[in-house]
């Protein structure tokens, strides 16, 4: 049987993760970390299965768009219409994302002077 344990993590301001595994019959482990603007999918989505979605919004109507476009793109590397496509979903709906990426962009978008709130998302 493989036990395998997921985390995703912030240092030094970058999104990290990592997983480890180990086999309970012998005596075989392995352990991986690393960074990069996107965590792998299948990391994601067992983070997401675990523990659920988290929202980030804006605390208040009427932030600075070109600062929340700049930390949007700072933070993802996104083109101009990439990161306007995504400040529009940030100001309607809300980013969604695991906790991690959503206080990473929370903190970014702190650096901008733009004001945000991050919260579970109910099932």
């Known amino acids: 049987m493989l036990i395998r344990d997921i985390g995703q993590f912030i240092d030094g301001g970058q999104l990290w993760w990592g997983t480890e595994g180990r086999c309970r019959t012998c005596p075989h ?36 768009t070109v600062a929340v476009l700049r930390a949007l793109r700072e933070t993802h590397g996104l083109s101009l219409g990439q990161a306007r496509a995504l400040a529009d979903e940030l100001m309607t709906t809300g980013l969604t994302g695991t906790l991690v990426e959503m206080e990473l962009m929370a903190a970014a978008l702190g650096r901008r002077s733009v004001a945000v709130t991050v919260e579970s998302v109910a099932d």
């Open 29 to 64: 482990a392995w352990c991986e970390q690393d960074t990069g603007a996107v965590t792998p999918e299948g990391i994601r989505q067992a983070l997401l299965a675990e523990h659920g979605a988290a929202r980030l919004r804006p605390a208040v109507p009427g932030a600075s």
